[in-house]
């Protein structure tokens, strides 16, 4: 019985879900955010990542009314970081925005941090959504970017009429691969685990604000049938 059970899953370390990843959201880029603190943390988390596999990363600190980072500012921090990492991983800037009414002011402004082809990393509170959401995401595409919802699944908010919804609107859904793992708790998991299987993530990330939760990560076992379908 407990081969069975071993058969189906896998020790992420000991699988090649990571091999060539790409990182889509993490808040390695240090002093910004309630991410990473110190420079050298960040070049040892970043040393880690690659041991384990990935090739490249975004580094995509939070932009919101209670953290109101400068892009210009977040521009000077990674060109320092990037002056003092000397490994192999490709590193690029982006940012997560919540959609607030800083976010409505730099969207006008068109001062802003995406994320590869013009796509805008957006998360929204945990409990509620911000009002006139479905506003918010129609202004992003007609300023020309395309909203990527950062964790679906760690929205309370959110069922699977409203997750089909935002589909229907054309919104990518990014997940946050320690969801599988319970980082958030069994709800997270489960609403993870559903969209994952319904086909509705086009990104992953790890969404890593220190070094421990990969080491956790790396630790705890995925069914394999899962990790098939991480994006
Ligand atoms: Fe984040």
Not at 27 to 40: C, N, R, T
Not at 100 to 128: C, H, I
Request: with cysteine; aromatic share 10%; proline share 4%.
């Amino acid at each position: 019985m407990l081969m069975g059970l071993f058969d189906r899953s896998i020790k992420v370390s000991d699988s090649s879900v990571l091999d060539g990843r790409v990182d889509w959201h993490c808040h390695i880029l240090p002093g910004v955010d309630d991410g990473f603190k110190k420079l050298d943390d960040s070049l040892a988390a970043l040393l880690r990542y690659e041991q384990v596999g990935f090739k490249e990363v975004w580094l995509t600190p939070h932009i919101m009314e209670d953290i109101p980072n400068r892009t210009s500012a977040l521009k000077e921090r990674f060109v320092e970081l990037g002056l003092a990492y000397k490994g192999q991983l490709r590193l690029h800037l982006a940012s997560e925005n919540m959609m607030d009414a800083l976010f409505e002011q730099r969207l006008e402004d068109g001062d802003l941090l995406p994320l590869k082809d013009k796509r805008l990393l957006v998360e929204t509170s945990y409990f509620n959504p911000p009002y006139g959401m479905d506003d918010i995401l129609k202004r992003i595409k007609s300023k020309g970017f395309f909203p990527l919802l950062a964790h679906p699944e760690r929205y309370m908010y959110m069922n699977n009429k409203r997750y089909e919804e935002l589909k229907g609107m054309d919104i990518e859904f990014q997940l946050n691969i320690t969801a599988l793992i319970g980082a958030y708790g069994p709800e997270v998991k489960s609403k993870a685990e559903h969209l994952l299987q319904a086909g509705m993530y086009e990104y992953s990330g790890t969404d890593l604000h220190r070094l421990s939760s990969l080491e956790h990560l790396l630790d705890a076992h995925l069914k394999k049938k899962l990790i098939k379908l991480i994006p």
